[in-house]
């Protein structure tokens, strides 16, 4: 017996196998019946049936064999996105969906086995069309549930970040408030003093929580560009983490003609990413040069600091979201966020302009390149709507 005949005549069967998998599966809390667990897999069996009946010629049978035909079988593709959708609200785990495919394919392969008592070319070869279905099914309804479980981690990390900043300024207007009181002692002074830079360091936490969550969902940083001055902005930015970190050395170069056409607060923010980077991972004792010069149509700014190197394999990813350079709780010092969004948030302020962002480390020590043009391109002047929010 063929597996297509096999599929339509002991579906039943199979269904009964599959559904049994599913509930040892179920979160406790869920109460789905036997046909809701059911509800995709004979539809799927018949459409792999159904599609292994089909002629298929030599270059159809490579490309599906090396995935190069996502539009084949959409019956397939349909109904396995649909399945992850709803083993996604009923909360199944990435791991369960897998083993359910797995189950599923056991299941049909052993009771075609205990049928065929020699195997010919015709039953390997609708084996195999069948060993690739069963991929394309998978490969479709894991995709899909990754990305539902993406966006349900993004859209939970928005809604955090944007209802912590009332509750977080609140905190913030108090402290400086009574900072502004004249009834506080010394010892009072410094604990509130604190309360203000632990609350000013949750704002950039919250605020690199929100543009991460942003851009995650395929929106670009909005920036609103204006004429600018870079030399002061790195002034500022320069002054700023060196009160934050005395102990540091900050040395500012600046050469050229600096202005330019920017969003001011992005590129500040830019800047302070990289130099208190530069700060937490540079070697203690030596000093962190910021370099900026005009060019004709651009301007570059290099932020140099001594220390260990960045090895070659985490260059590659140090511009990607929540990864971080590693160091040791010897060499971690206060003013990171912990988040690893920082070199990732830095990378989009660039490209937002129409600039880029680059790493060169090495033992003479680590070096970030930044290159913004003048006038960033005319699609940056304009902000784009977010889209709708998936619903989870």
């Not at 990732?344 to 880029?356: F, K, L």
């Amino acid at each position: 017996m063929n597996i297509c005949g096999l599929i339509e005549q002991q579906v039943a069967g199979i269904l009964e196998e599959w559904v049994e998998f599913a509930q040892t599966r179920l979160p406790p809390s869920d109460d789905s019946t036997r046909k809701e667990l059911a509800d995709h897999a004979r539809v799927l069996l018949l459409a792999i049936a159904a599609d292994i009946g089909q002629a298929q010629g030599v270059q159809a049978t490579h490309d599906k064999s090396q995935g190069n035909k996502p539009d084949n079988a959409p019956d397939i593709t349909r109904i396995a996105r649909e399945h992850a959708v709803q083993r996604f609200d009923q909360g199944f785990s990435l791991d369960d969906l897998v083993s359910e495919f797995r189950a599923l394919r056991a299941s049909v392969i052993r009771r075609w086995a205990t049928q065929v008592q020699q195997a010919n070319r015709e039953d390997l070869d609708e084996l195999t069309r069948f060993g690739e279905a069963m991929d394309q099914a998978l490969s479709e309804s894991a995709s899909l549930y990754t990305k539902k479980v993406d966006d349900s981690r993004n859209l939970l990390l928005g809604v955090l970040g944007h209802d912590l900043r009332t509750p977080l300024g609140v905190v913030h207007m108090s402290a400086h408030y009574l900072l502004r009181a004249d009834t506080l002692t010394g010892g009072q002074t410094k604990a509130v003093a604190r309360i203000v830079t632990a609350a000013e360091r949750m704002k950039g936490m919250v605020n690199d929580i929100l543009d991460f969550t942003q851009t995650a969902f395929g929106v670009a940083l909005p920036i609103t560009p204006a004429p600018a001055d870079l030399a002061e902005v790195a002034q500022n930015i320069v002054s700023e983490v060196s009160t934050l970190h005395p102990e540091s050395r900050i040395e500012l170069s600046l050469t050229g003609d600096l202005t330019g056409r920017w969003d001011a607060a992005r590129v500040a923010q830019m800047l302070a990413n990289l130099v208190a980077n530069a700060v937490q991972h540079g070697a203690q004792g030596q000093p962190v040069l910021v370099v900026a010069s005009g060019e004709d149509d651009a301007v570059s700014v290099q932020v140099q600091n001594e220390g260990r190197p960045i090895p070659a394999d985490v260059q590659q990813n140090l511009f990607s979201p929540l990864r971080q350079i590693p160091t040791t709780d010897a060499e971690r010092r206060a003013g990171s966020s912990g988040l690893g969004l920082g070199l990732y948030i830095t990378r989009e302020i660039a490209v937002a302009h129409g600039g880029s962002v680059a790493v060169s480390s090495g033992v003479e020590g680590t070096t970030f390149s930044v290159r913004l043009p003048r006038t960033p391109p005319v699609a940056a002047d304009r902000r784009r709507e977010p889209p709708n929010l998936p619903s989870a």
